[in-house]
């Protein structure tokens, strides 16, 4: 049973920059597509990043438009762990981020074909 626990999250300026992990246990994340979720206040949850599963050598990554070329998604198999690594941030990107694995998922964003939820972690952009 794969386990997921999130930290990193706080509160930042404007302009700041958090990296939130994404930690498994139980199995290993080479084989689950892992996505970054957030949920702004009064808002629906929706899909920020995400990184497929393996295809035996890569992994491939896709973002939101509005945080392109501001947060990268990245792996560490030996620590069994996804980063997202949030720059330029905004008071836009506050919410509550949950990552998500998917077994030999592609990395969509549709929740549903997520089975593992992590229990989130707050981030607050404000000056």
């Known amino acids: 049973q794969l386990h997921l626990v999130e930290s990193g999250g706080g509160l930042v300026q404007p302009g700041g920059s958090l990296r939130l992990s994404c930690a498994a246990t139980g199995t290993t994340l080479d084989y689950y597509a892992v996505a970054w979720f957030r949920q702004a206040p009064g808002k629906e949850r929706e899909g920020v990043s995400s990184t497929s599963s393996t295809d035996g050598t890569t992994h491939k990554s896709y973002y939101k438009e509005s945080v392109k070329g501001r947060f990268t998604i990245s792996r560490d198999n030996a620590k069994n762990t996804v980063y997202l690594q949030m720059n330029n941030l905004a008071p836009e990107d506050t919410g509550v981020y949950y990552c998500?694995?998917?077994?030999w998922g592609s990395g969509t964003w549709t929740q549903a074909e997520y089975d593992f939820w992590g229990q989130g972690t707050q981030v607050t952009v404000s000056s």
């Open positions: 998500a694995a998917d077994l």
